[in-house]
């Protein structure tokens, strides 16, 4: 709140006052958020691990993803062994270095979630914006496919969806939707951007009533200048911050899948895969379950610190 | 000469809806039946209560609404009709500055993109910059402060980035929507004594509104008083604040405080009773009869009004001064009216 108590009527003179910019004033505010700032650290070693999974596991662990130890690592009945000092976190139930398998499912799951979360903004923000912006039936369209999207059984028809086309080779209306990475991606989108639509209409019908709106309008701008210079500037923030809160239900949305088995490929390193596969025998294995979910939970909240972080940073009353 | 902006008839009634359906219920008489005329140079104020409909009036003449009925002409050119790309090339004639200084800039925006808005908009060549710091300069802004942001500004100098924004493509006309009411009063002055030093460089013409008489006669030379989206008198500064004619006119000029209007006599406060009626549903006749002290005056009782006043919509003429009024029994200066209502507020 530095706006109204702050410049003075003489601030004019007061030349040397170095101005800050609504980023640089959010920039500041999330500096001091330890909470936040825990949250992006874990996300960046996250991003790393995920682009560098390779490399980390062949000189850390020495084993690739899809290698099996049977030998080593299961016991005479066939149970994988727990974590030694060459398989970290022991091995899963094929005789596969879950260590490994761990740091290439953060790949799967930040690829399948970004993929989504980005699909998902953009056709939110398009939709939403229209909707918001145009009114009339434009709005009573939107508004009412994001209603019905968002109040339908999303995981029972999920699970119908992959099941239908993600069974058979030739996936379903002509092939023109295929098992596999994309299908899951497509999945999650189409049940994520209503969630943006209606944030993003919500706020551009606010920001359409501001005067200045109405001051570009009396200046003689057309309604693609005053969508993309005056409303698209002020949701910025809102989208930033609810992309982030979206990315960690997104993840969870794949685990959710794979752990149906309607998720990823079979042979793909899956935290949710990983977790189905430790139900039958987390009693004797309990590094199954407990290091998948452990990198679950560690990435869903470190995207949640740092979307709360940002809403507090860039919250538009603290930012006027 | 012929005046810069005439207006006949003017009226703009938004509808209600209601209910699943969104049928109309009903209308808000916003603006009606206004006719007024501004002249070249000249600064037309326009006076009245909070929702007696100065906005939307200002809205019409600068065509961010749609007339419901009546003519707006500028320069002798019907516009009431121009569709919003022939109104495109006239946009730079009519400009506005808007009553919040806060919500009327972009907080997105640097103030050199804001005020540099309506050259990118007409594709005006040459250095957008230099031309919006020369503003800044004119308009009492440090031009170094080119790359700040609105919420580095207090209300006065956000106001001033707005008159600056109006200026930029040297319009004829200005129209101060209430310029200076979310302004504190100590810097009222300052902002209305530059838009008048504008004036004067510019050749401005200006439709100033408020609903502040007090600020109102500082900067006009004619004044239109409104009530309930009409007008009830009109007529130049001096008569209309020296001898006002309409009795809603002099209920208002008795609540400012002497000394502020500049008014001749001393005034005794007429208090009305009653509140405004609603625009939706506004009363027959004469808007004004049911607080009209005059009304009663002339039948002598507190509870009556004459007839035609319930009856008949008293047109804007003559009434015994230079201004207009639209009152059927005008102001004499021996009428008393605080005498009228004061001893027996009606309803309570
Ligand atoms: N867009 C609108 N839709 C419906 N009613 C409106 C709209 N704009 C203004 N009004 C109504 O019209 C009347 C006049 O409003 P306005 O012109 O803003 O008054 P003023 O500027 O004198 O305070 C008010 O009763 C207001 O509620
Ligand atoms: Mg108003």
Redesign the pocket.
Do not use: L, N, R
């Given at each position: 709140m530095t706006s109204l108590a702050g410049p003075v009527e003489s601030a004019p003179l007061m030349g040397q006052v170095v101005g800050k910019s609504p980023r640089q004033l959010a920039w500041e505010r999330f500096r001091h958020d330890r909470a936040a700032l825990a949250g992006l650290l874990v996300i960046v070693l996250l991003v790393l691990i995920s682009i560098f999974a390779g490399v980390i596991g062949k000189y850390l662990a020495g084993h690739g993803p899809n290698d099996l130890f049977q030998r080593e690592m299961t016991d005479e009945f066939g149970l994988p062994l727990g974590p030694n000092s060459d398989f970290w976190f022991g091995a899963d139930t094929a005789g596969r270095d879950l260590f490994v398998r761990v740091l290439y499912g953060a790949r799967t799951s930040l690829l399948i979630a970004l993929a989504a979360t980005g699909i998902a903004v953009f056709i939110g923000v398009v939709l939403g914006t229209a909707a918001g912006y145009f009114r009339g039936v434009a709005d009573t369209i939107v508004s009412r496919v994001t209603d019905v999207i968002l109040a339908l059984p999303l995981l029972l028809l999920a699970i119908g969806i992959a099941a239908a086309c993600g069974t058979t080779k030739e996936g379903c209306l002509n092939g023109a939707i295929e098992p596999g990475l994309s299908l899951v991606v497509f999945i999650i989108a189409l049940f994520s951007w209503p969630y943006i639509a209606r944030i993003v209409r919500g706020n551009v019908l606010s920001i359409r009533e501001k005067e200045f709106i109405e001051s570009a309008r009396s200046l003689g701008a057309g309604n693609v200048r005053i969508m993309f210079r005056e409303v698209l500037p002020n949701l910025i923030a809102p989208i930033i911050v609810y992309s982030t809160l979206l990315i960690p239900s997104n993840i969870l949305f794949e685990a959710a899948l794979s752990f149906l088995g309607l998720g990823v490929p079979q042979e793909t390193p899956s935290w949710g895969r990983m977790l189905s596969d430790a139900a039958g025998v987390f009693d004797v294995a309990w590094w199954l379950m407990l290091f998948p979910g452990l990198f679950l939970v560690a990435t869903t909240l470190a995207f949640n610190l740092v979307g709360d972080g940002l809403r507090d940073a860039l919250d538009p009353r603290s930012g006027r | 000469m012929e005046p810069l902006v005439e207006v006949e008839g003017l009226t703009k009634r938004?509808p209600i809806h209601r209910g699943l359906l969104q049928r109309t219920v009903g209308h808000?008489h916003?603006?009606e039946d206004v006719t007024f005329s501004i002249r070249r140079g000249e600064t037309l104020g326009l006076v009245?209560?909070?929702?007696?409909?100065?906005?939307?009036?200002a809205r019409l003449i600068l065509k961010l609404l749609e007339a419901t009925e009546g003519t707006i002409r500028f320069e002798g050119r019907d516009i009431t009709r121009l569709s919003a790309r022939e109104m495109r090339p006239l946009r730079r004639e009519l400009q506005m500055v808007f009553q919040d200084p806060y919500s009327s800039l972009n907080p997105r925006q640097t103030v050199g993109q804001i005020v540099g808005t309506p050259f990118a908009i007409h594709g005006i060549e040459g250095s957008t910059r230099s031309k919006v710091q020369d503003l800044m300069e004119r308009v009492g802004l440090n031009p170094e402060h080119y790359n700040r942001y609105p919420h580095e500004f207090s209300g006065g100098q956000r106001q001033r980035i707005g008159v600056a924004r109006a200026l930029a493509l040297s319009p004829k006309l200005i129209v101060c929507?209430e310029p200076v009411s979310a302004l504190d009063v100590s810097i009222q002055a300052q902002i209305l004594n530059l838009l008048l030093s504008l004036q004067h460089d510019f050749a401005l013409t200006y439709l100033f509104?408020s609903?502040d008489l007090g600020v109102v006669r500082h900067v006009s030379d004619r004044i239109a008083v409104?009530y309930l989206?009409r007008i009830v008198e009109i007529g130049d500064a001096g008569d209309v604040y020296g001898v006002p004619k309409h009795p809603y006119t002099a209920a208002l000029l008795s609540a400012v405080p002497t000394g502020e209007a500049g008014g001749e006599m001393k005034r005794e406060r007429i208090i009305l009773s009653g509140d405004v009626p609603s625009?939706v549903d506004p009363p027959p006749g004469c808007a004004f009869h049911p607080r009209c002290p005059k009304a009663r005056l002339v039948t002598g009782s507190p509870d009556e009004v004459p007839e035609n006043c319930r009856t008949e919509i008293p047109p804007l003429r003559n009434s015994g001064g230079r201004q207009q009024a639209a009152c059927w029994y005008p102001l004499r200066p021996d009428d008393e009216l605080q005498r009228v209502v004061s001893h027996e507020p009606r309803g309570s």
């Open positions: - | 938004f808000v916003a603006v009245g209560e909070s929702g007696c409909g100065k906005s939307t009036t929507d509104i609903h409104m989206g625009p």
